[in-house]
């Protein structure tokens, strides 16, 4: 057994860049990096690991097998997550962390539910997007220590770049493996849909100077990347492939925003 395996570590690498990205993009916008900061990155990403923990033992429960070592490993990694972060409150004093926090694990949790679906919706995942994208405006606060109208832009750009991984991985799936021409139409449309408003929407903030045009670059490759395959649908899948791509990316995505702000 792999020490992935034994750790119940995370295996969707998408996820891992979900968390990061907006909690780096939160520190880069910021301008500075302190204790505050390291705690805060220590705690989110404990919280993170221990939801596989979470999801393998409410799995074993249901059928009926033993469930010890997740449930341990789940104890473990709540309770250091709990240690780091609590400094963040006792002692920094940063207490809008803690809505912040209380989303994160709600949502956390209504998604471990939705995970058991066989088919998750656009909307469920768009909400596992949004708990995973607050590390952005925490970031920012914790690196800070204020809160501003910055920290919920920033959240809202990431939580808007993000959600257009779940419309295009659903197109190229529906473009490969749809059952009925249905299905494929219903896929194309939410695609295209999405990243006109997307489009419209960063055009929207640009004109009201809320954002550079620079920033449109940040979306560039995820908006030609849809558009592309609109245009022309692809006839195989490589998810590896187009996984990697999406980090990529996310780090052009990640240059671009910061650059705005500075």
């Known amino acids: 057994m792999s020490a992935r395996s034994r750790l119940k570590l995370p295996r969707e690498h998408g996820a891992w860049a979900m968390l990061f990205v907006p909690m780096a993009l939160g520190f880069s916008v910021a301008g500075t990096f302190n204790v505050a900061s390291l705690?805060?990155?220590?705690?989110?990403?404990?919280?993170?690991?221990?939801?596989?923990?979470?999801?393998?033992?409410?799995?074993?429960?249901?059928?009926?097998?033993?469930?010890?070592?997740?449930?341990?490993?789940?104890?473990?990694?709540?309770?250091?997550?709990?240690?780091?972060?609590?400094?963040l409150l006792l002692h920094y004093r940063l207490f809008a962390l803690a809505p912040l926090a209380i989303s994160a694990i709600a949502v956390a949790l209504i998604n471990t539910k939705t995970s058991r679906l066989a088919q998750r919706t656009a909307l469920g995942e768009s909400l596992a997007i949004a708990g995973l994208t607050i590390t952005a405006p925490a970031a920012f606060y914790a690196a800070t220590g204020k809160w501003s109208g910055v920290a919920w832009l920033l959240w809202a750009l990431c939580a808007i770049y993000f959600a257009s991984s779940i419309y295009y991985v659903k197109l190229r799936v529906a473009d490969v493996h749809a059952r009925d021409a249905a299905e494929r139409i219903a896929a194309r449309r939410d695609c295209a849909v999405y990243h006109f408003l997307m489009l419209g929407l960063l055009a929207a903030l640009a004109f009201t100077?809320?954002?550079?045009?620079?920033?449109?670059?940040?979306?560039?490759?995820?908006?030609?990347?849809?558009?592309?395959?609109?245009?022309?649908?692809?006839?195989?899948?490589?998810?590896?492939?187009?996984?990697?791509?999406?980090?990529?990316?996310?780090?052009?995505?990640?240059?671009?925003?910061?650059?705005?702000?500075?």
């Open 39 to 87: 705690l805060l990155i220590v705690s989110a990403t404990l919280f993170f690991i221990s939801r596989e923990s979470l999801v393998v033992w409410l799995r074993a429960r249901a059928r009926g097998r033993d469930a010890r070592e997740a449930k341990r490993l789940l104890l473990i990694y709540l309770s250091a997550a709990t240690i780091f972060g609590a400094p």
């Open 209 to 262: 100077g809320n954002l550079q045009w620079l920033a449109l670059a940040a979306f560039g490759p995820v908006l030609l990347r849809s558009f592309a395959e609109l245009a022309r649908p692809a006839s195989k899948l490589n998810l590896k492939r187009a996984g990697f791509l999406e980090i990529l990316y996310s780090l052009v995505f990640l240059v671009f925003i910061t650059l705005n702000f500075h």
